[in-house]
């Protein structure tokens, strides 16, 4: 006759281990879980006060809706050479000291070379190439929305190194642009002419504050 094993009940005062367990291993998911929100969290408010509009300094109220973007924008009649008129003050461009040009060409995989060039202080010019490709806009065809870069070629699947180039008004001509990007950081006015006459070029900045721009803080290059 086989023998039966006697199993004894658990007093309620028991310790249960594998409860204790289990509930150690829930609260410690819990803290983990609770943790990774909160540092979400918290870089995401960061990355929101980053990317804020800044507004002239007497805190006059901004448009702060997305920009648009001029439709459709043809490529060829765009491309040639462009001379800066105005811009915001920005970290690529501290070297320059004079005159301020851009020329696109049109490449025959579809991109657009950009050719950037400014005086130096000492009368010497400084020369960048790079590339711009077209950023499809959905229900806009032929949308002003690209993207240049001046990294390597070797580096071009690095989101990182493109720049966003927003075309925001276009005459019918094609001899007056004024470009930005949509966070509102940087903003050019371009001219076919060397030298934009002062109404035109204060019709451009006037529109780019109706937009949100500092225009206050804008530095005219081509004076």
């Known amino acids: 006759m086989p023998l039966r094993k006697h199993r004894t009940p658990p007093s309620p005062d028991a310790f249960d281990d594998r409860a204790y367990s289990a509930s150690i291993g829930t609260l410690a998911t819990a803290f983990c879980?609770?943790?990774?929100?909160?540092?979400?969290?918290?870089?995401?408010?960061?990355t929101a006060r980053a990317d804020r509009i800044g507004g002239p300094p007497d805190g006059a109220?901004?448009?702060?809706?997305?920009?648009?973007?001029?439709?459709?924008?043809?490529?060829h009649r765009y491309a040639g050479l462009w001379h800066e008129q105005a811009r915001l003050p920005n970290r690529f461009q501290k070297q320059c000291a004079g005159p301020v040009s851009a020329e696109y060409t049109p490449m025959p995989d579809g991109t657009v070379e950009v050719r950037n060039r400014c005086i130096l202080p000492d009368g010497s010019f400084d020369e960048s190439i790079g590339s711009a490709r077209v950023v499809p806009v959905a229900g806009q065809p032929g949308a002003g929305r690209l993207e240049v870069r001046f990294a390597p070629e070797w580096l071009g699947w690095l989101p990182a190194v493109w720049g966003d180039y927003w075309i925001l008004k276009l005459d019918r001509a094609y001899q007056v642009a004024l470009v930005g990007t949509p966070n509102r950081r940087y903003l050019w006015v371009l001219s076919r002419a060397p030298r934009l006459d002062d109404?035109?070029?204060?019709?451009?900045?006037?529109?780019?504050?109706t937009l949100g721009f500092d225009v206050d803080q804008v530095e005219r290059t081509g004076r």
């Not at 109404?199 to 504050?209: H, I, K, M, Q, T």
């Open 33 to 46: 879980v609770g943790g990774a929100l909160t540092l979400l969290a918290l870089h995401t408010a960061r």
């Open 199 to 209: 109404a035109a070029l204060e019709a451009e900045l006037d529109y780019a504050r």
């Open 61 to 75: 109220p901004l448009m702060r809706a997305p920009l648009q973007v001029v439709a459709p924008v043809d490529l």
